[in-house]
């Protein structure tokens, strides 16, 4: 399974940007997607994530900004960022696991930056 990114670039603090990542196979509809994000110089962090069921988790420092979605017609996982922060400048990743009784296996994005400056 492939997974490619698209999205993100260079936005003033204040604004939004949508990241979307389509897989290849539409078994991508059984994974649980993940977004992270690494900052230059600091740990991997996980920003968002869902499950096939569409339950939603997201870290602390981007709950009631970011909105994670999925849309499995269409093989695809999105990220919705608003009121960035150039806090929020990282290279974001998305993540695709496929269940355990499939193999469980990682698959990732080619990441993209996402940029908030002024």
């Known amino acids: 399974v492939q997974l490619v990114q698209s999205g993100g670039g260079l936005v003033q603090p204040g604004g939004s940007l949508k990241l979307s990542c389509t897989a290849s196979?539409?078994?991508?509809?059984?994974?649980?997607v993940t977004w992270f994000r690494q900052a230059p110089g600091k740990p991997r962090e996980l920003v968002a994530s869902i499950t096939a069921g569409g339950t939603k988790r997201y870290a602390d420092s981007v709950k009631g900004r970011f909105t994670i979605s999925r849309d499995n017609s269409k093989n695809a996982a999105y990220l919705q960022m608003n009121s960035l922060n150039p806090e929020d400048t990282a290279a974001y990743y998305c993540?695709?696991?496929?269940?355990?009784?499939?193999?469980?296996?990682?698959?990732w994005g080619q990441g993209t930056q996402v940029t908030v400056s002024s």
């Open positions: 993540s695709g696991r496929e269940p355990d009784a499939l193999g469980g296996q990682d698959y």
């Open positions: 196979r539409s078994i991508f509809d059984t994974f649980v």
